[in-house]
Every structure is written in C-alpha cells, then in structure tokens.
C-alpha cells in the first residue's frame, strides 16, 4: 500500500534533506548538479512531495528571468520505492500550471544523451527532444534538450 502523498511548496530549509538522499535514489554521485543556490533563490517555484513526514520526491524548478516566454526544470527525483506511482508527473503538472499561471508557454529541461529512462519519461509527458548536443556543458557528455508547449489548441 502506498502511503499518501503531499506536495507542497519548498523552502530554501528542504536542501539538507534533498541533498542527503540523491546520491542513493540515482545509484550513482549526482549531488554536485544542485547547488544549494537553487533552493535558496528558487524555492518558490520548486516542489517537494511528502509521505508520512518523508521526502517522497521533489522537483526544482524555476521561471527564466532571462527568457520571458520560458520556465526551466533543473532537478526531479523520487523515491526509488515509490517510482511507478505518478509521483513524477504529478510533479511535472504542478510546475505546468505555475508557469502557464505566470504566462510562460514553455517549460525546458535538460539531460545527458544516454538516460534513457529520462528520455522516455519526458517524451511520455509531452516534450520534444533534440539530437545529443556534444560539448553542451563544456567537456561533458552529450546532452538533449527537452521541451513543451503549454499553450493550449
């Protein structure tokens, strides 16, 4: 039985217990891609999900102050145990409604060309993907780009 699940807006206070868990849930060190900064200045637009008082999952997220038409998801997990729920598009439809609330038809994100599972998640809920971009974040590995249109037809 899954426990209930509730989301709510982060605080700049929900780093420590973000940042305790993300090695573990990706399997692999990941920590160094969120910075605390992004809690601290972009805590309004982000989303954490609680079961039983735990972190269940969280989303960071934040509205571009450089392109006005865009907001942008940096970081999402879940709980391993708890992936497979909806947990992750519940997520995702929270910040789609912030950012069309705040006029930006579309959200953007980013992730490295070979996860797959990333890849298939973000097609799944809509969003287009380019072509591995080499050299994106200097020397890194290839990335893709996703995107979605909230406008409605």
Do not use: C
Request: aromatic share 10%.
């Amino acid at each position: 039985m899954n426990p209930e699940i509730t989301l709510r807006t982060a605080t700049a206070a929900d780093y420590d217990p973000i940042i305790a868990v993300v090695d573990d849930w990706w399997g692999r060190p990941i920590r160094a891609a969120l910075p605390r900064l992004f809690l601290d200045h972009f805590h309004a637009t982000s989303t954490i999900a609680e079961a039983d008082g735990a972190l269940a999952g969280f989303l960071v997220g934040f509205l571009s102050p450089s392109q006005p038409d865009a907001a942008y998801i940096h970081f999402v997990g879940v709980d391993p145990q708890l992936r497979g729920t909806g947990l992750a598009r519940a997520l995702y439809e929270r910040f789609f409604a912030l950012a069309e609330a705040d006029g930006r038809p579309v959200v953007r994100a980013i992730t490295a060309a070979q996860n797959a599972r990333s890849i298939a998640f973000h097609t799944a809920m809509g969003f287009t993907v380019t072509p591995p971009i080499p050299h994106y974040d200097g020397d890194s590995a290839p990335k893709v780009l996703f995107e979605r249109r909230l406008e409605r037809p």
